[in-house]
């Protein structure tokens, strides 16, 4: 450790790395310093300035996340200044746009019944979508934000609905421009950007369509991300389950042969929602088209449930039992009559090594040929 690459933070000397920010040096060192538009391994962006901190014989607060250590800083993450800094910025971000989650058509005036009557979602039907699932939420409950600071402004743009899985609202966007650097820097789909000026701002594709008829590929990096509920998968608002009633079940995307990481969100075992285990390879949080919103099926009212054997050109439901002996017996008779070498298997990406290690090990060991391919060949 060389001795001049020393940070100090509320008191206590810290190691960095030339390079480091503030945010990373006290995040490495469980400090806490709060954020919300900062995104772990991207560029920061440093814009929606709730990661304020004070540096001494610096005149204004700084942004950590966008802010390097230098040594001999002396930081402090806590004090009355930065406190009422990070609120009054989050109270502008409530009032730029359409946030009724703790803010709108709620008055109790002392913050325990505004909290109070905020939680109660049955008494507030037209609450935003992402309540209980809202970075800036939890951030105005932590930072004790009272309603009547909070100016309501009329929304600028029309929600856009018509892409088949991701609703825009943009009265609800607070402009942090997470999906703008996942889209560009993640994903490298470059389908959306900042567009206008001012207190006209939007996120934008190009010739700012909507997402359909853009190139977006809907892998719902952006929904991830998005800190605020201005990107929600499309589902009918009336059924739409609260976060805190579903549950997080971890589980393997068995769409392809990567394996992502993937979160099942149920309730009454039915799937409501998939997003990506950040942090974990090998999908880091992201998720393809399918993997994200390709789900119905689990639980869709045609989904075959058994095996169907056709008779007379009619199909018939018909028990696992009686399907693989009607299997096994054709296989025989065509091995019988015509040799193992008329009969071929096809496995699949879609399924696991494993699986296809015993399908190999069937058609050699069992049927007595080589004939055996991979979808991904064809
Ligand atoms: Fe640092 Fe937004 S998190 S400016």
């Not at 730029?96 to 049955?122: K, M, P, V, Y």
């Not at 075992?269 to 088209?289: A, D, F, H, M, Y």
């Amino acid at each position: 450790m060389e001795p001049q690459n020393i940070i100090n933070i509320n008191g206590i000397d810290y190691s960095f790395t030339p390079g480091e920010t503030i945010l990373e040096v006290a995040t490495r060192n469980d400090i806490y310093i709060p954020t919300l538009c900062y995104l772990k391994g991207m560029s920061p962006t440093g814009v929606c300035r709730i990661c304020l901190v004070e540096v001494e014989g610096v005149k204004t607060l700084l942004a950590s996340c966008s802010t390097q250590a230098t040594p001999g800083m002396v930081v402090k993450t806590d004090t009355p200044a930065v406190i009422n800094a990070r609120r009054m910025n989050i109270e502008l971000l409530l009032a730029s746009g359409d946030h009724n989650c703790l803010a709108r058509s709620l008055d109790a005036g002392l913050w325990t019944d505004f909290q109070l009557d905020a939680l109660d979602i049955e008494e507030h039907r037209d609450l935003c979508p992402a309540y209980g699932d809202c970075r800036l939420q939890d951030l105005a409950i932590l930072y004790r934000v009272k309603p009547d600071h909070v100016v309501p402004v009329n929304p600028k743009y029309d929600v856009e609905d018509v892409n088949p899985f991701i609703v825009r609202d943009f009265s609800r966007c607070i402009l942090c421009g997470r999906c703008v650097q996942v889209c560009n820097e993640i994903q490298v789909n470059k389908v959306i950007s900042f567009g206008y000026r001012g207190a006209t701002s939007k996120i934008i594709t190009r010739g700012d369509r909507a997402l359909k008829d853009s190139d977006c590929v809907f892998c719902g990096e952006c929904l991830q991300v998005c800190p605020v509920g201005a990107l929600m998968p499309k589902q009918d608002m009336a059924l739409r389950t609260p976060v805190n009633e579903m549950k997080k079940v971890r589980t393997t995307c068995s769409y392809c042969g990567v394996g992502c990481q993937i979160y099942l969100h149920v309730k009454d075992n039915r799937i409501e929602r998939v997003t990506g285990v950040e942090g974990t390879s090998p999908n880091l949080g992201s998720l393809c088209v399918k993997g994200r919103f390709g789900y119905d099926f689990v639980a869709h009212p045609e989904r075959l449930t058994t095996p169907l054997i056709k008779k007379d050109g009619e199909f018939h439901e018909a028990t696992w039992d009686e399907a693989l002996d009607l299997v096994a017996k054709r296989m025989n008779d065509i091995k019988r009559d015509f040799g193992p070498d008329s009969i071929g298997l096809f496995t699949s990406a879609r399924i696991t090594n494993e699986e296809n290690y015993l399908a190999q090990k069937f058609i050699r060991a069992v049927i007595g040929t080589n004939n055996i391919d991979h979808c991904a060949r064809l």
